[in-house]
């Protein structure tokens, strides 16, 4: 998906990939238009290639205190979609497949955005990373708040729209041809790939 037809290059030492929330729990939930296994592979391929060029990785996960202390309480009409009480023991345990992928760092957050809160804007910057390219669950919000927040940043930002998927007949549609082409650049994964290579 290019919309604006603009050219993609990518220079390995500057672009990281972030991959949000391939974990246990978040790739349980009924995802559309890409389900589990196939968003996972796409990742994996796509943490592939960064890997290959030696290019910097970080994995994204949403955990909690066991006492839940700190997670968001606000008063909300539609409550995000999580467990019950205690979380099970494997809910923010990254996926292997995307947990081993080569370098990789990890990033833990307690809320949308992979930047409020965490230290990923200063290992970007210290690694003199200028683009981000992001992919994970769910297109709608830890992706685009993630990629709005890189964008406020002063980073230029990649969507890999299949490496993406979210819950909600539309939801993920609408992010991708709505909201996110206006702070970022929208690219299937085989494109981000070839403007890497």
Known sequence: MEPYHMTLHLIPSETALILIDFQLGTLSFPLTPYDSDGLIATGQRLGSAFA????TIFTVNVAFSDDGGDRLKQPLDIPMMLPDG???????RLTPEIANLPGAKR????????FFGTELDIQLRRRGISTVVIG???TNFGVESTARDAWQHGYNVVIAEDACSSIGEGSHEFAITRTLPRVSRIRKSD??????A
């Open 136 to 138: 994970g669950i769910c």
């Open 52 to 55: 290959e060029a030696d290019a």
């Open 107 to 114: 990033i833990t957050k307690r809320h949308w955005s992979a």
């Open 86 to 92: 205690a979380f099970p023991s494997e809910w923010s």
């Open 191 to 196: 494109a981000i790939r070839v403007a890497l």
